[in-house]
């Protein structure tokens, strides 16, 4: 049986802490449950959470909730040193990746430490310190909104790019994933594995931790360089990265180089680089501004904070700001990488 909350407050299920009101909220645990409420909700529009970690309420939501809360992870395949991992799509992201870690199989210790839950990684394709979802990803499963449907998806099928998938475009609205396998790698069975070390300061970090490298080591070095740079959003509301890293045309990065010689990038292919949105915008003078309580940290400027009290749309003016004081200095348009609900 669901249990369903009318006027439901969402400001302890959103990083961000944004007051917003649910019309109805309702959180299946089970896939029964999943299917008994998209079943019951099967003529309305609902909004669908998962760890609430990646969007901006603007305004109260005028529609069902359902919060995605299905738990369990399981190893589903094991051959040559692969593991192939069923995890559930309610399970917290960052216990999953410590879980892994635990049973020594590789793949996400880059991506410790990212909020969220593991369902609505695929959406965003998470990633960090030069390893994405897609990297590991095999197939998620889904449920169609509308026909209730149940149905696998590949990694072809998901369409991933640069913190995009088919989920934020042609299927946005369509589905509900309510599990995502992953292909990891069993270092109890292979000896060869290779750790990406070579992104950001994760190098520079290992040399201070100055012990031995393993996964359990590497991902420790992302905690510790995220958690100097990233607020807790238990101590701030935050959803951490605003913007994306644009990406833009070697040409025009040579040309805006010109102007400002100290402007870093990371190579894309051979036409393309990217650019740290944090460095453009602490460049442009945004590092530690507060708009009320809508600011940006002064740690890290790629990330919007709530001091207390902002609203959804008063964080969205300062991003806006922003957005076009970095247009008005470098010439480059930075997009948001959070979700913007009810603009």
Same mark, same amino acid.
């Given at each position: 049986m669901i249990e369903i909350h009318h006027n439901y407050n969402l400001k302890?299920?959103?990083?961000?802490?944004?007051?917003?009101?649910?019309?109805?909220?309702?959180?299946?645990?089970?896939?029964?449950?999943? !299917?008994?409420?998209?079943?019951?909700?099967?003529?309305?529009?609902i909004f669908l959470m998962g760890g609430g970690s990646n969007m901006l309420l603007l305004d109260d939501i005028q529609k069902p909730v359902v919060h995605v809360c299905l738990k369990g992870i399981?190893? +589903?395949?094991?051959?040559?040193?692969? +593991?192939?991992?069923?995890? !559930?799509?309610?399970?917290?992201?960052?216990?999953?990746? !410590?879980?892994?870690?635990? =049973?020594?199989?590789?793949? %996400?210790?880059?991506?410790?430490?990212?909020?969220?839950?593991?369902?609505?990684?695929? $959406? =965003?394709?998470?990633?960090?310190?030069?390893?994405?979802?897609?990297?590991v990803f095999h197939s998620c499963e889904v449920i169609d909104l509308k026909s209730l449907e149940c149905k696998k998806l590949s990694l072809e099928d998901c369409k991933f790019g640069y913190r995009d998938s088919i989920f934020k475009n042609e299927?946005?609205?369509?589905?509900?994933?309510?599990?995502? =396998?992953?292909?990891?790698?069993?270092?109890?069975?292979?000896?060869n594995y290779t750790m990406k070390t070579d992104y950001g300061a %994760?190098?520079?970090?290992?040399?201070? !931790?100055?012990?031995?490298?393993? %996964?359990?080591?590497?991902?420790?070095?992302?905690?510790? $360089?995220?958690?100097?740079?990233?607020?807790?959003?238990?101590v701030i509301g935050n959803s951490g990265s605003f913007f994306k890293n644009p990406i833009i045309k070697k040409e025009k990065y040579e040309d805006i180089l010109r102007m400002h010689p100290q402007l870093p990038s990371y190579p894309v292919d051979e036409m393309h +680089?990217?650019?740290?949105?944090?460095?453009? %915008?602490?460049?442009?003078?945004?590092?530690?501004k507060r708009n009320g309580d809508a600011g940006v940290h002064d740690k890290q400027a790629l990330v919007l904070v709530n001091h207390g009290k902002a609203t959804g749309k008063e964080i969205l003016e300062l991003s806006k700001q922003i957005q076009q004081a970095v247009k008005d200095r470098y010439g480059i348009q930075i997009e948001t990488e959070v979700n913007l609900i009810n603009e």
């Open positions: 302890e299920l959103n990083t961000f802490g944004i007051s917003a009101f649910a019309k109805a909220y309702t959180a299946p645990s089970s896939r029964q449950q999943l !299917m008994e409420t998209l079943g019951y909700y099967v003529a309305e529009d399981e190893r +589903v395949e094991e051959k040559d040193g692969k +593991v192939l991992l069923k995890v !559930m799509a309610g399970e917290n992201w960052h216990e999953l990746v !410590m879980y892994c870690i635990d =049973q020594q199989l590789a793949g %996400i210790e880059n991506l410790a430490l990212i909020p969220g839950n593991a369902g609505t990684a695929p $959406i =965003q394709n998470i990633g960090a310190y030069g390893v994405e979802l897609k990297d299927a946005k609205g369509r589905y509900v994933i309510s599990s995502v =396998q992953l292909e990891l790698t069993d270092l109890t069975q292979v000896e %994760i190098k520079q970090e290992l040399d201070i !931790m100055d012990g031995e490298l393993t %996964i359990s080591s590497l991902a420790q070095a992302v905690i510790n $360089i995220r958690s100097s740079k990233l607020p807790d959003p238990k +680089v990217k650019v740290p949105a944090g460095w453009l %915008i602490d460049r442009s003078g945004f590092k530690g």
